[in-house]
């Protein structure tokens, strides 16, 4: 082959590449069961953890609907979601759906209305009650097994890490509320009642629209060869089907367990996790730390004069109990003040 042919097969690969890689930086993340607790339609996507609290003798309507939710993308439902609840007493409740349409935005950024579901429940006791939603999807053979918790009632932390007994499901290990951003979600993922090991699990963070459009634009900015990398993060279950994740931000947050496929449908769990922003607010935790800050300052500056006026003279022996004191106190207070700058 000459250097011409060469160089011309190079260029045509580097084309090919070129295309390829642009196809793949098209592609969407991962579809998903949404199932976001509302006042109503008109406020259901700006969801926030908050919504999945009730009170007790509170009517909870939670809306259904399937898309993506990292971009805030929408398509129409193709088939009636089951949907029930389980009481924190454990008794079951199946509950009556009722097609809607909600706006949203199609993949190719259009606005549209999209078929969607919705359901509602009395929360008549204390404790979580346990949203379950199944869901198929023959365009994307996917069977979406979801559960999402509501919880009522201070200190009533019962029924969370409830086992429904579904074809698949998730199983919490951490309790999935009272999480703020940063802290680590660890559960089980469970196929026909059985531990569902080196499974894929997907893990996605809810956008509204306009952050949505942003936060895809900056992905495919920084990382083109490969922008979904950031929309759908990927982890396994181990040999006993447990896993672990750290959600980094506060939000909606989808994790997705990868099951085997069933009369062509790929049967995978779902658990929607609500994270605070993180506790103590960053910004009073910042507006109270420059006071005790320059006052930790002072003092490390008055044991450092004492430290230096008991100095023991050269020749003179060891230094007394006076300035062995004096300089563990400053190494105490320079302690505190690392810690305190640290925060």
Same mark, same amino acid.
């Given at each position: ?11 045509? &690969?580097?084309? *090919?590449?070129?295309? *390829? ?120 053979? *996917? ?13 009533? !932390?019962?029924? !969370? ?24 979600? &660890? ?32 992905? #495919? ?24 994740? &750290? ?5 909606? !947050? ?8 069933? #009369? ?11 994270? *605070? ?6 910004? #009073? ?8 800050? #320059? ?49």
């Amino acid at each position: 082959m000459t250097k011409r042919r060469k160089k011309a097969t190079t260029i045509a &690969t580097i084309l *090919l590449a070129g295309i *390829l890689l642009a196809s793949v930086a098209g592609m969407a993340s991962a579809h998903f069961t949404m199932v976001f607790p509302s006042d109503s339609k008109a406020t259901l996507w700006d969801v926030t953890p908050e919504d999945y609290i009730a009170e007790l003798g509170e009517t909870k309507t939670v809306y259904i609907m399937w898309g993506h939710p990292y971009e805030h993308i929408s398509f129409d439902m193709a088939s009636t979601p089951e949907v029930s609840v389980m009481k924190p007493d454990g008794t079951i409740e199946e509950l009556t759906t009722t097609q809607i349409t909600v706006d949203g935005m199609d993949e190719e950024g259009n606005p549209g209305n999209f078929v969607a579901y919705k359901a509602s429940f009395t929360v008549d006791q204390r404790g979580d009650s346990v949203v379950f939603v199944r869901y198929e999807d023959e365009d994307q053979k *996917l069977t979406d097994y979801v559960k999402a918790i509501i919880h009522c009632g201070e200190e009533a !932390w019962e029924g !969370w890490d409830a086992e429904l007994g579904k074809k698949a499901e998730i199983v919490p290990f951490t309790r999935p509320y009272g999480l703020e951003e940063g802290f680590v979600f &660890t559960g089980k993922a469970l196929y026909d009642g059985n531990a569902l090991p080196d499974a894929d699990v997907e893990v996605e963070k809810y956008h509204t629209l306009d952050v949505g459009k942003e936060v895809v634009e900056t992905a #495919e900015t920084m990382f083109p060869y490969d922008p979904p990398m950031m929309f759908t993060r990927v982890t396994k279950t181990d040999k006993n089907g447990e896993f672990a994740y &750290t959600l980094d931000e506060p939000g909606i !947050w989808f994790v997705a367990a990868y099951g085997p496929e069933v #009369e062509g449908l790929t049967q995978r769990s779902v658990f929607i996790i609500p994270v *605070l922003d993180a506790f103590p607010p960053k910004a #009073e935790a910042e507006a109270a730390a420059p006071a005790g800050f #320059e006052e930790l300052k002072s003092r490390v500056k008055s044991l450092e004069d004492k430290v230096a006026a008991l100095k023991t003279p050269a020749g003179e022996g060891a230094p007394g109990f006076g300035v062995i004191t004096a300089v563990a106190g400053l190494l105490i207070v320079v302690y505190l003040v690392k810690r305190r700058k640290g925060r």
